[in-house]
């Protein structure tokens, strides 16, 4: 069986950035993805498609095919007052909120002073050449299931 759209795709990785750091690591057959389904990042979607049981790629991720470019206009410098006062808020945390659009983003705290919070708005992979070390495990057909919620079921079911 080959990777296609509706099969569910089991892989090990390992994701490094341009220094060779490991950024995230999944082995022993613990990352499952529906194919087709954007579960992933497209570029690297793009580079499985068609692929079998035990394949294994090396691949380069662009930005634009991963998480994007860095957007300076996602940065933006807020009054210290609209954390509230429950406790200190420190360089690394992170925090829901609305983007212009209405759409609920998560922010990352990258600067705090006396009187404001820098948050950033980006993806914290924004920017970043991705490189992926794949090995396929398992495809399978999708669930009915599956394919209606978009997403890979674990054995025991769906948790939401």
């Given at each position: 069986?080959?990777?296609?759209?509706?099969k569910?795709?089991?892989?090990?990785?390992?994701?490094?950035n341009?220094?060779?750091?490991?950024?995230?690591?999944?082995?022993?057959?613990?990352?499952?993805?529906?194919?087709?389904?954007?579960?992933?990042?497209?570029?690297?979607?793009?580079?499985?498609?068609?692929?079998?049981?035990?394949?294994?790629?090396?691949?380069?991720?662009?930005?634009?095919?991963g998480?994007?470019?860095?957007?300076?206009?996602?940065?933006?410098?807020?009054?210290?007052?609209?954390?509230?006062?429950?406790?200190d808020?420190?360089?690394?945390?992170?925090?829901?909120?609305?983007?212009?659009?209405?759409?609920?983003?998560?922010?990352?705290?990258?600067?705090?002073?006396?009187?404001?919070?820098?948050?950033?708005?980006?993806?914290?992979?924004?920017?970043?050449?991705?490189?992926?070390?794949?090995?396929?495990?398992?495809?399978?057909?999708?669930?009915?299931?599956?394919?209606?919620?978009?997403?890979?079921h674990?054995?025991?079911?769906?948790?939401?």
């Amino acid at each position: 069986m080959q990777i296609a759209k509706d099969k569910v795709v089991t892989i090990n990785y390992t994701l490094r950035n341009d220094n060779k750091e490991i950024l995230d690591s999944a082995q022993e057959g613990d990352f499952a993805y529906l194919h087709g389904a954007e579960n992933i990042i497209a570029g690297l979607e793009q580079a499985l498609d068609g692929k079998s049981v035990d394949d294994e790629i090396a691949v380069s991720i662009a930005p634009a095919d991963g998480y994007g470019e860095r957007n300076p206009d996602m940065t933006q410098v807020v009054p210290k007052e609209m954390f509230g006062a429950d406790g200190d808020i420190e360089v690394g945390q992170q925090f829901h909120a609305a983007s212009p659009e209405g759409q609920e983003i998560v922010v990352t705290v990258v600067a705090v002073d006396d009187d404001n919070i820098t948050v950033d708005g980006n993806h914290p992979l924004a920017g970043v050449t991705l490189h992926f070390e794949v090995k396929i495990v398992e495809i399978r057909d999708a669930s009915a299931e599956e394919l209606e919620h978009g997403h890979v079921h674990g054995p025991d079911g769906h948790h939401h």
